[in-house]
Structure formats: structure tokens, C-alpha cells
């Protein structure tokens, strides 16, 4: 059996997820935990499902034998689902090499393989580290960064309510102090979530953050979760704040901040892709988080990242609720692509 039809029935609803209905005592919560997400990663990637994995549907009943023309087609409808150019060529060139080793003639044969083998580009490598790295002793701090309006604060706010419910003391810190309402829209944030914030208008990001994290520290809390600016006048500036940033969190807790998340909007497609190349070469990133894949038909760039930049994608935005961020997981990323394949 392929990757997929593994996949397709652990997570399908018809049978192990009923089963797990069934099942009363046993391990439930966590089961029932499972079938939530399942469930928003089924919802969130709708348009998407609806887009080039219908696309991809009509193909294999248009074409019943593999053909050139088939191929010509299949790479389009790849390339339009943002997954890049150069992962798709690849990509195709593999399959044709398993369709003459393999002697695969029917096109719905190789829908499967086609669902594997784009599986396997993402888990090829080892770029799967999607958890957070928390620190053993003292505060945890995350600094969230990436161009305007791609999701940054909204991201905070539901990691924030997240890790409340996980049991942690989290301390949100406004360091966007460029954008007139940016601090005041974060403390809004706070205060929905119960969590503690602080941030200042009008001063210094660097030594807002400065103090921010002091305080974590003096208060033990477990999570400073750092909201930046993300548009500063040009490139220099905004790397010379961020170095600023990390400088000063270095000074108060030597290995943090622990990790640096970079925030991609999913619906812009390779110009995320792009920001991401431009963020990388000015401060270091230790993962991704991909917000607004619910507005989106394009899916395919969670495999366009994995090529371009080589960055694991750790939290995923599927919708606009506190329950919307996800914990990036590949296989529940698939199914909810490919469900209806
Ligand atoms: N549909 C959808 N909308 C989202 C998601 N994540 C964020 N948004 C929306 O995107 C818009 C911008 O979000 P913000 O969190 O303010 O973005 P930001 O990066 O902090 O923006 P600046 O502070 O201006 O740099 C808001 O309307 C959010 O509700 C998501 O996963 N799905
Ligand atoms: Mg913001």
C-alpha cells in the first residue's frame, strides 16, 4: 500500500475515526483531539482540495492512459499550485523515469504515485523538526517576524490562547512600535487570550523587548512570545533592528531567543516565497508559520518553502479562529489535499 492509502485510512472518518467514537475510556481525548484537527486541516484546505486537487481529479478521467500530453498537463496544474518550477520539473522527470521502470499505463495508477511522491519531496531531507524548541530552564522566547500584514499579530494571539490552554504562563511583548495601533491591537490580543502583555507606543522596539523579556524573567514566566515590526523604511533597517532585538535577548538570556518564526502569507504565493529568501539572508530563522492557507487554492507552496528555502513550517493559519493554528503535520496535510482524490 502507497503513503497515501496509509494516510487516507488512518485519518478516514468512516472508519478509524468512528471506531474512535465508539471507543469510550480508552485514550479518548487524545483520539478525540486527533479528529478535531483532522477536521480543520479538512476544512481550511477546501479551496485548495477544490482547486488543483479537482484539477488533478479531471485529468486522470480525461486522460485514461498516461501520454505526453497528460505529462504536459500534470506539470501545468503543479506549477499553478505554486509547488515551483524547479520542484515540479524534477518532480516530473521521476515519475516519467517510474512509469517506464514500473510499465504504469493508467493514469489512475499514477494519481497515487503522484500523491506519494509529493510526499516524499517534503519528507525527503531533515527539515521535519516542526516542534518548538523550548528551553529547560527559565523562559522560553519566540520572536515573531515577517512583512506587514501577513499574519504576525493574529499568529501571537492564537499561539497565545494555545499554549494558555497547554497550562504555560505566557507574557506577550509589543515590539512593533512602527505602526500607529500595532501595540494596542496586541494588548487586545492579551487580554481575549487571559495572558499577560507588555509593550510600549512610541519607544524604542529593542528596549521594549529589553524589558519585556526582564520581566519574564523576574516573573518566571514560560513563553515570551516578541510581536515586530514588519515594515521598516528598507532592508538594512529593518536587519539592524532586528539585530538590535536579538542582541538585547541575548544579553538577558544567553541562548534565547529560542526560536525566530518567520510569518508567510499563503496567498501570495512565490512572493512569500521570496520574502522568505530576503528574511533568511538577514537574520536567522528557525522555522515558518504559513497563515491564511484557507484563502488560498494554492497548497502546493508548503512544498515550494521546502525547495526555496529549506525552512521546517511549523504552525499552519487555516482559518481565522483561535483553533485555526495548527501545528504543521504532513500527513494531515495530505489528507486534507487529497481526501477526496
Ligand atoms: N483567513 C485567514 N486570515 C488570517 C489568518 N491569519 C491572519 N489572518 C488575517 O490577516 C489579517 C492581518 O493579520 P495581522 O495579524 O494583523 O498581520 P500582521 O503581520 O501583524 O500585520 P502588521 O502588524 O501590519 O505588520 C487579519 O485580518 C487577520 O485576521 C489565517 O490563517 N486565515
Ligand atoms: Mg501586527
Redesign the pocket.
Known sequence: MGLFNKIKTMFNKEDSLKEIEKDEDTKNKEEEKVKEEVEIYEKGLTKSREGFVSRLANLTSKYKKVSEDYFEELEEILIMADIGVHTVVDFIERLRDRVKHEKIESTEVLKEIIVDELFIIYVDGDVLVNKINYSEEGPTVILFV??????????IGKLASKMKKEGKKVLLVGA?TF?AG?VE?LKEWAERCHVSFYGKENSDPASVVYDGVKKSIDEEYDVVLV?T???LQNKVNLMKELEKINKVITSLIPEAPQEVLL?I?ATTGQNGISQAISFKEITSITGIVL?????TAKGGIVLAIKEKVDLPVKF?????QEQ??QVFDIEKYIYGLFKDL
Open positions: 515577517g512583512v506587514n500584514g501577513v499574519g504576525k499579530t493574529t499568529t512593533d505602526r500595532a491591537q510581536d515590526a514588519g515594515r510569518v502569507d497563515t491564511k492557507l484557507d484563502g499552519i493559519g487555516l482559518g481565522e485555526d493554528l
